[in-house]
């Protein structure tokens, strides 16, 4: 076990010292610039860096469960490996994995500890640690922003912080991914949690749930299951869609709630969909969901969305012109995670290059964010397979080194497209080819760039190979 040590903490670019949750979040800045938009919120949802030890170059990286561990050591393990040293000027050596989850309740001292991996549930779990993780603490009401399209919900979550169990329950959130369901509901976890030391509070994802009741049902642990379910104070389930073809989780669900609810005890709900679109649940279920309060987050305007934005600068402490603000609050309209990741790839680019964003740079990286489907489709390997089939060459001779003038122009250009068309970071493309230093593709795509306005040849070629991309 390694101990965060404040002052082994890397260094970015040699000036300010940064936490392991900074580092993570310009990490996942460059994650996202390497990986598609589909891939990137599948693994690294719930993930966060534990600890970072700068002496052996050890980082310890908390997963949400096994299956996303071993994706991450089997196919990211690289990428984040780059990621982590773009970032921290190649301090990572190690990456382990740990499965771990950021919903699980903090121990504040004194206080009733709810063990969320009750040793009987068996399978599945999670080491102890109950007080280095929990709450995502960043996910709290005085980080939230309140605006049009998000009132409702902030005031029924604030409301029943007061009157718990007996005002509005459950309370049901909904809305579409990315516009702070999760963050309520972390926030209305921790202020309980600070107000009342002796409530025994659970919040997770109902993937969670699923997992401990098939675990339970294989090793006949439904008494430690009930208990530990139906014993607690405030029940937090985020995403009960994933509800939805799971009969029998569903049934033990309907019973934990009808429990807990005749107890008085607060339950919070949230949904990508309102009870009643939720249409493939059973109707008993759907009625429940509709007892108390049921409230939708929708996008918040555009005054909204900037000062979500300044005040994600503020805590990232990170100085972006009002203009540039604006501009990306103005582009970016359905997803507030999407906002803040437009921020993120910001700040990472910036802690690359120590240039201070322009309007170009930051149109370039809203731009990615919006791209149209067709172009999201993209994959650098079929840009790779369209200019290697363009000009009768193989894929090993573009990832290959040899320097014949009709393979550097193809490889090139694919390097070219990658950053025209995927908007791919310089390093992102050098590892894509084989691993090229960054440099190097910085050198290709002025130099392809060069050529296309001096040779008319050449810009016929590039649109052909266009063509095949999005034909
Ligand atoms: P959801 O669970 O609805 O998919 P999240 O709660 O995970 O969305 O929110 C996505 C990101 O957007 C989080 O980083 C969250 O902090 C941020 N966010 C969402 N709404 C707000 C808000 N009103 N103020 C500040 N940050 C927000
Ligand atoms: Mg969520």
Redesign the pocket.
Known sequence: MILVDKKKICYIAGTSMLDPQKIWQSALGELELMLSKANFTTWFQNTFIITIAEDTGEVAIAVPNAFTKSWMEQRYNAYIMKALNNVSQDKIKRISYQIQTARQVIKPPDATIYPLSHPKLGGVIIQEKVDEFGFNK??TFD?????SG?ELA?SASRAICEELGTRYNPLFLY???????????HAIGQLIRRNHADKKVLSLNFERFTNDFVSAARSGGFDAFRATYRGVDILLV??VQFMIDKEKTQDEFFHTFEELHRKNKQMVI?SDRPPKALVELQDRMISRFEWGMIAD?KM?DVE?RIA?LE??CKEKQFTLERELIVYIAESIKNN??E??GALNKIIAWYELSRKTPTINSVKDVVASFLADPSKRALTPKRVMEAVAEFYSVSLDDILGTCRKRELVVPRQITMYLMRQELNFSFPTIGLQLGGRDHTTVMYACDKIGGMLEAEERLRLEVENIKQRLYG
């Not at 809305?175 to 369901?181: A, E, H, Q, R, S």
């Open positions: 960043r996910y980080n939230f922003i309140v605006g998000n902030y809305g579409d991914v990315g516009l702070g369901k999760t963050h309520l509901m985020d995403d949230t987050i918040p909204t979500i005040s994600k507030i995670r906002l803040e």
